[in-house]
């Protein structure tokens, strides 16, 4: 038995699942499908804050939109991953996209509770699409690459399209041309469906341990449990981040350029996880991530001054998008069936919703430093959690290694 067999329990990871190589057309299907997914995460502050502002949504409800949307798109791309078998991928992402393209036309008219509802709603046609990319990234020689891609494709296409709302649809449409074009981008993005393959190949099955049909195995749960909690200590810092810049004494224009430091930096660092893909242990890289920031998180509860929280932001920022992509190995090496990677998206969206909400609890309009407590808390036991899986597979690889000789 090779190493590289012994570390996926025989699966070979060298070759797309099943043997089928998709196109270069197929895998950019893929990936348009989940880009269209994941926009909205991007345009929340922009489109809910223009709710707001235009009195259709209190700053409660505002909390509500954003937190529901989010959970229902986690749970969405988790259930079908675990629930939906890889066939009819061509009907199924054009029934997609028409009923995330209708509740984005029907968002237009709705106000305050409604509005949390309809957003809810958009969660689950935008969490298939999402699982579409993700079934595809599993399914690859070289996951962890091809999660990079995809993450820094995302974030550069949701700054694009936010930009440009900003610059051009919004200041002559309002916030109703903001979601009209949402719904255009989804009606466009059908034409993908063409060139998306009809179905994937069907997932390995391990010897042992197998979970219930469609779910990861134990180990695989526990590494969608550190990649929960890591989502969960970024997005509760990252939404507290203005009241944490403001409590520090800064004035309005930091957070602005904070955002747009972070922004720039998690591109960089969704590139640069791109580059090292395959060449760097998963295990190395998140420790480092993990390490850093609760080095970041020390650095903002000593309440720095403008110029040191704007480094702050942009290494925050780098961590971030530096990280995810190798949350695939790990997720493989811990459920070589490849289910826990599908549902890797899911179980990160989970994570980003309510990681926010249960820092909600822990900070007063005075005093916001609680987020960085959850965060700090959330990624000590990410840590915990990414060792104790490397080393006990690591143990188990050499208790192979003793069975074969």
Known sequence: MTSSSITTDGIDTNHWVGGHSLSGREIVAA?????????????????????????????????YVATAELLVMGASAVLAGALFKPERLRWIAVIACLALAAIDGLTTHLNGLDLVWGRAAAGVPSGVLIWLTLSMIARSPTPERWAGIYLTVQTLAQFLWAAMLAATVMPRWGVDGGFLSLSVLCFAAMAAAFALPNQYAALPSSATNDGPAGFPRARGWIALAAS?????????????????????????????????????????????????????????MLALCGLAGLGVLAGLAMLPSAALFL?????????????????????????????AAVLLGGAQLLGASLGPLFASMLVSDVEARGALGLGAAALCLFLIITTWLHRTRTRQAFGAIGSET
């Open 228 to 284: 929960f909690l890591y989502l969960a200590a970024i997005g509760a810092v990252w939404v507290y981040s203005e009241p944490l810049s403001r409590q520090a004494g800064h004035g309005t224009a930091v957070i602005g350029a904070a955002v747009s430091i972070s922004l720039a930096c998690q591109v960089a660092g969704g590139a640069m996880a791109t580059m090292l893909a395959g060449r760097v242990r998963w295990n190395h």
């Open 31 to 63: 990936l348009t499908f989940g880009v269209v997914g994941i926009m909205i995460p991007g345009l929340q502050p922009l489109l809910l804050g223009a709710l707001a502002e235009g009195g259709r949504l209190s700053a409660e409800e505002l909390g």
């Open 311 to 339: 480094l702050l932001s942009g290494l925050f920022g780098f961590i971030w998008l530096f990280a995810l992509p190798f949350f695939v190995p790990m997720a493989i090496e811990a459920d070589p069936t490849r289910r």
